[in-house]
């Protein structure tokens, strides 16, 4: 991180945009509800006399403030419309995030995401600097790096700054805070100004990317479920032809390697195997329960989408060990029906 900005004993973060320096805490709460969330504050300790200073300043992309309470300050909140980050640059920030608890102090961030509510202990003259995102705004810089992803997981509740992707944050929050700080206000300061603020968010999600990794490849794999789900039924529907792996994929809305890596993760077989297994078995299940009025096994092998009888008797044979007028006749052993007996032809058996 760079020491001249985030330190405790530099300059109070933004000091040249002052916004609030008040004992009051109504006002305060007051001022933050219209530029921020409705943020409830309750003293740990109503003897300790309070001393807030408030600055800050709205950007094209989000929001900056540096906050002092002077005194142990609870935060709170009903669930926030956008993304909170507190940084302690002096102090620290013990928080609820999620039902999990973080600490933060100085190289390290607290994150809210939106949707989450704030329940916040400052300690005595924590200082910290304060980013509020809209929602919209993160969601749209998520959805153009990460296009393969519904919708943005939730943040991470804390960030240390002092690895590689953290570090990076800081540095650009540094710069960034320095550049809002100053006067200046001409074209080529603004267009800087919205530069930095796109990396600095593109940054965040960097810190989170490990995430939405993980995000989306929970995502890809329930997309790959459904669309196996769906080709299984496809193959229901059409059972008494061999349908093609085109078909498959069109029926899945899989791509066909996805829908081969989906038939491998939950049959340990590709789909044109599990298609033709399926048509296999169903034929099994005609011959034992006699359900049809069977003239010839070809017939049965015809109706079930296979090329041709030979072809039909020796995948059989492969899969069940017998050949099918071997399984039609020791199902016939108890109930004779002429109708269904193996058909001989040339002395050989089908």
């Not at 950007?59 to 002092?68: A, W």
């Amino acid at each position: 991180m760079q020491q001249q900005f985030l330190s405790a004993n530099s300059n109070f973060p933004l000091h040249h945009r002052e916004l609030l320096h008040t004992s009051e805490l109504t006002q305060a709460e007051h001022l933050l509800d219209c530029l921020v969330d409705p943020l409830r504050h309750s003293p740990e300790n109503r003897a300790t006399e309070i001393d807030i200073r408030l600055t800050g300043v709205t950007l094209d992309k989000f929001k900056m403030f540096g906050i002092y309470y002077g005194a142990p300050v609870l935060v709170r909140s009903k669930p926030l419309q956008a993304c909170h980050i507190l940084l302690p640059l002096q102090g620290e920030v013990r928080a609820k995030v999620n039902s999990e608890f973080v600490r933060a102090g100085y190289g390290e961030a607290i994150v809210y995401s939106a949707g989450d509510s704030a329940h916040a202990h400052w300690s005595d003259r924590c200082v910290a600097l304060a980013i509020v995102i809209p929602k919209e705004v993160l969601n749209e810089i998520f959805m153009r790096y990460f296009p393969t992803i519904s919708s943005m997981p939730v943040l991470i509740p804390k960030i240390a700054l002092t690895n590689e992707s953290g570090h990076q944050f800081a540095n650009l929050l540094s710069c960034l805070c320095a550049d809002s700080n100053g006067v200046g206000n001409n074209n080529s300061t603004i267009s800087i100004s919205v530069g930095l603020q796109e990396l600095l968010l593109l940054s965040l999600l960097q810190v989170n990317e490990h995430v939405f990794l993980q995000h989306q490849k929970r995502a890809g794999t329930r997309r790959r479920q459904a669309g196996v789900d769906r080709a299984v039924d496809y193959i229901n529907q059409n059972i008494t032809r061999t349908v093609s792996a085109r078909e498959l994929s069109g029926a899945a809305f899989l791509s066909l390697r996805s829908l081969q890596i989906g038939f491998e993760e939950y049959f340990g077989i590709g789909p044109m195997c599990y298609a033709k297994n399926m048509r296999l078995t169903k034929a099994r299940a005609d011959l034992v329960s006699r359900s049809v009025q069977l003239t010839s096994i070809s017939e049965l092998a015809n109706y079930y989408g296979f090329e041709n009888t030979a072809t039909f008797r020796r995948l059989y044979k492969q899969r069940y060990g017998e050949l099918p007028s071997e399984t039609l006749q020791r199902h016939c052993r108890f109930t004779i029906n002429k109708n269904i007996l193996p058909i001989e032809r040339g002395g050989r058996r089908f």
